[in-house]
């Protein structure tokens, strides 16, 4: 791989890596205080678990990033854009669910965020297929903390 092409990979790996510590820095630090203390549903996971799962989700999603970017493409721009959004999307659940404690807000936030990554999936498989295929473990756990978040939303 070229060097101006690692970089770029790395640079989209690292940008949404950060995206992500920047969400958990916004929330405060009480998360698995604040987490013990919810109801939570008998699927949910140890906290310990989430940041590990996210950190390993966020490289997918940066390389799917660098994927797109790096594919000549028509649509190459508007599907970065919705990359983008969901990423926005994505960085506002942790200080809504952790910071503020606004389940209902968080349910609307997760919601959201899944409608926004099928819809990225799908403009992505018609620009670069792995970089769809890459982004399935990230729908499946987006799916799995919707489940959880409406299951803590109804629980508490």
Do not use: D
């Amino acid at each position: 791989m070229r060097k101006q092409k690692l970089t770029n990979l790395l640079l989209c790996i690292i940008g949404t890596e950060l995206v992500g510590a920047l969400s958990g820095i916004m929330a405060g630090r009480n998360f698995a205080g604040y987490y013990r203390s919810l109801r939570l549903p008998p699927c949910a996971p140890p906290g310990w678990l989430f940041p590990v799962a996210w950190a390993v989700l966020y490289a997918l999603m940066g390389m799917t990033a660098y994927l797109i970017y790096s594919t000549p493409h028509r649509n190459r721009r508007k599907a970065l854009m919705l990359y983008g959004v969901q990423l926005l999307v994505n960085f506002l659940w942790t200080p809504v669910f952790f910071g503020l404690h606004f389940l209902a807000g968080a349910v609307i936030v997760i919601l959201l965020l899944l409608v926004l990554v099928v819809l990225m999936i799908v403009r992505f498989l018609s620009i670069r297929r792995l970089s769809a295929w890459l982004n399935v473990p990230y729908l499946l756990w987006v799916m799995y903390a919707s489940f959880l978040t409406i299951g803590i939303w109804v629980l508490n």
